[in-house]
C-alpha cells in the first residue's frame, strides 16, 4: 500500500470479492423459488395429421402433424431481479408403441426481461415452428398432451426448469387428412 | 514494476505512512461493504439486481478517489528516523587522519 499501484491492487481485489458476495446474495435470494405458474393458458385450434416421407431423421414414411394453438399469460411473475430471460418452449407429449414417451418441442420464444410481452403474451392461431414428425406411424388415435415448457436463464446461480400448470389434452385425429388430388401412400404396419 | 505516478509527478510522493496505509484500507473496506449491503437492500426491493451492481460500483469509484492519490491525511503520522550522522565524525576513520 506504498504505492499507487499497490494501493490500486488492493482495492480492485477487494471490489470484486465484493462483487462476488452479492452475486451470491442474489442467488441465494432465488434459489428455492418455485417456477410454475398456472396463469398461462394453452388451448389448440385445429389438428391436421398426415403420412409423409420423414426427410428430416428416420426417411421412413412417417406420421406428419400440424397442430395450431394459442397461448395467452402474464408472466411478470416469474422474472425477479435474478431472472435474465426467459425460454419458453411448447411441447408435445404422448406415449406410442416405439417409445414409451415422446417429446417433440413445436415451437420456443425467448422472452427478454425488457420486452412488453412479459406483461402480456398474446400468441394468436399460430403454426409450429418445427417440424413435428412421429417415430412411426403411430399418431392415429394416440392421445396426446400439450405443455408449455420453460427455463429461467438467472442473472446467478441455477437455470430452473419449469412449465405452465395448465396442460391441454386432445386425441389426434383417427384417419388421416387428405389434401385435395393427393395420394396417401399408406404405411405398410401400424 | 515502478510507479507510473512517479513518471508523471515526479515532485509528488505517493507514499502513505503505516498508519495510513492501516486508515485508507480501513476506509475503502467500510464503504465497500456500506454501499454493498445498501445497494442489495434497495436492489431485493425494487427487484432490479443492477442497482447492487451500481452500488458497489459507486463505491469503488469513491474508495478509489478518496485512497489512491497521496492525500496529506495519509501522511500525518511519519516513522521517526534517528538524525543523520557523518560517519567520519567520531569514528576511527577521522581519528586515524587526525593523528
Known sequence: MHSISSRLNALFAFFLSVMGAIAFGCFASTFCKDYN???IAISKTDITLRSALDFTASRQQSDLATIQFSITGNFSQLFDWNTKQIFLFLVCEYTSSNN?????VLWDRILL????DVQELVVENVYPKYYFF???????GTD???????NIIPNSGFMPFAKSLNEVQFQFPSEYNEMPGQHIRRPKTK | MGDLWALVFPKIDTHYDFKGQKQAERWFQIIHVVFAVLGFIWGYM???FSIAVY???AAFVISAILTLPPWPFFKKNPLKWQPSQNP???SDLKKKKVK
Open chain 2, 46 to 48: 425494487l427487484q432490479r
Open chain 2, 88 to 90: 567520519y565524525i567520531n
Open chain 1, 134 to 140: 412421429d417415430d412411426g406411424s403411430n399418431l392415429r
Open chain 1, 113 to 116: 426481461r425488457e420486452d412488453a
Open chain 1, 100 to 104: 414409451r414417451l415422446n417429446q417433440v
Open chain 1, 144 to 150: 396426446a398432451k400439450l405443455i408449455l415448457r420453460w
Open chain 2, 55 to 57: 452500488s458497489v460500483l
Open chain 1, 37 to 39: 405458474s398456472d396463469v
